[in-house]
């Protein structure tokens, strides 16, 4: 049992709402000249410096500030090949329907576990290089029962958030039996996923002719219940559609996307907000040319709000949260504190956890060091790596 002290901190956020002596505009739970104990991977005591117990060991962090580590709480990150060309030519018109994931399909099945493997510890690198110590990871380019089974036993080895995304598209082999891919999914690739995961999500949107109607999603997500797994969906992406009403109507946790909502979405998410997160991704919108949802708008309605990448070769390539937040408050309307609120404890939330997010004791050591005085920089200073995780910058030196 050893136990370390971090000092020189000249700014603590702790989502902590309840902690004593703290600033707690925008329920951020601030201290000034903080000092924070560390033991065993998990907080032992949150304070002033001034007051700080003794400890085994002691780090200075030279005014820099800490705040809870990002929880990324929807990634994509098991794919091997590149699709670059999409981008660009999305950059000069072309509409994002999903045909595109067919592309990362042939490329991940023809990958070996091992080049798997190291392009998804590559990008769990970068991630934590910006400040993210959670990352939820979904399956979704295999989509046949071996590729999907080996897609989450990699993700696993880097997470427990793993996400069985077997219903992501109709793959094409399968195009004109699509109650037959439902029925494999719902079957015999379920069973040889579930084992290695958390969740289970789908893509619910009418518009894209690759992905899934209501009553398909419906059918995907209650045989997931049926086998022991959380409900996430990915819904009204490319336009208005059924997916956020399912999402509630379901218990998700989450629903993941939010880019077109109806007044009736918005009213349902509000009434669901202790059971169904509405998490956003400006990445995807950004790299898809798409309008950006209103998170003014659900937020000020009572809507629970998280903020994730998305990371995935075809709607966001971006591994950082730092640029989520820069979006998040120059394009949907949120202040500084409500976006970093978003990518901490909304989106543990929306993972169902409460040991990560809150910078309090009993809670995971999971923590995020910025070269900068204040959580504020974060969207002030854009494109700029001024984040990383404690750990990473002990790597490093301080
Ligand atoms: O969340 N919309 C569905 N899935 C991903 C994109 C997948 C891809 O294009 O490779 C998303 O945007
Ligand atoms: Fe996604």
Redesign the pocket.
């Known amino acids: 049992m050893t136990s370390t002290v971090f000092t020189g901190i000249a700014e603590l956020v702790t989502n902590d709402e309840h902690l004593e002596g703290a600033d707690q505009s925008e329920h951020l739970g601030r201290l000034r000249n903080a000092a924070v104990i560390v033991q065993d991977g998990l907080i032992a005591w949150v304070g002033p410096a001034s007051r700080a117990p003794e400890a085994d060991g002691r780090r200075d962090l030279g005014g820099r500030a800490v705040i809870p580590g990002f929880v990324d709480s929807h990634s994509?990150l098991v794919f091997a090949g590149d699709r670059s060309a999409e981008f660009a030519a999305r950059m000069t018109g072309v509409r994002y329907d999903?045909a595109?994931?067919a592309n990362?399909v042939w490329a991940t099945r023809a990958a070996s576990d091992d080049d798997l493997r190291a392009l998804v510890g590559v990008r769990i690198e970068e991630m934590r290089g910006q400040g993210t110590t959670t990352v939820e990871i979904k399956s979704?380019y295999g989509l046949n029962v071996d590729d999907e089974a080996r897609s989450l036993r990699i993700a696993a080895e880097f997470t427990s958030e793993t996400t069985f995304l077997g219903a992501?598209v109709v793959p094409p082999e399968y195009v004109d039996r699509r109650a037959e891919y439902v029925d494999l999914v719902t079957g015999e690739m379920l069973s040889a996923c579930a084992p290695h995961a958390r969740w289970i999500d789908v893509?619910c949107?009418p518009r894209s002719p690759h992905a899934f109607t209501e009553d398909e999603a419906r059918v995907v997500l209650s045989a997931g219940r049926d086998a022991g797994l959380g409900l996430r969906v990915?819904g009204n992406?490319l336009g208005p559609g059924p997916g956020v009403r399912l999402a509630v109507e379901m218990g998700a946790a989450s629903v993941?996307?939010c880019t077109f909502l109806s007044e009736a979405d918005i009213e349902a998410l509000a009434a669901a907000s202790d059971t169904t997160v509405a998490t956003l991704?400006p990445g995807?919108e950004f790299s898809t040319r798409s309008r950006y949802p209103d998170a003014r708008r659900l937020f000020d309605a009572g809507v629970s709000i998280a903020l994730a990448t998305?990371c995935?070769?075809?709607?966001?390539y971006s591994s950082s949260i730092p640029f989520v937040l820069a979006l998040a408050v120059r394009e949907m309307g949120l202040t500084p504190a409500e976006a970093l609120r978003a990518a901490t404890v909304g989106s543990a939330k929306s993972l169902r956890r409460n040991d990560i997010g809150v910078v309090r004791p009993g809670n995971r050591a999971d923590l995020a060091v910025l070269d900068a005085p204040s959580y504020l920089h974060l969207s002030y200073r854009p494109g700029v790596p001024i984040a990383s995780t404690l750990e990473e910058r002990g790597r490093h030196g301080s």
């Open positions: 994509h999903g595109g994931i990362s979704g992501h893509f949107e990915h992406q993941d996307h991704l995807a998305d995935n070769p075809g709607t966001c």
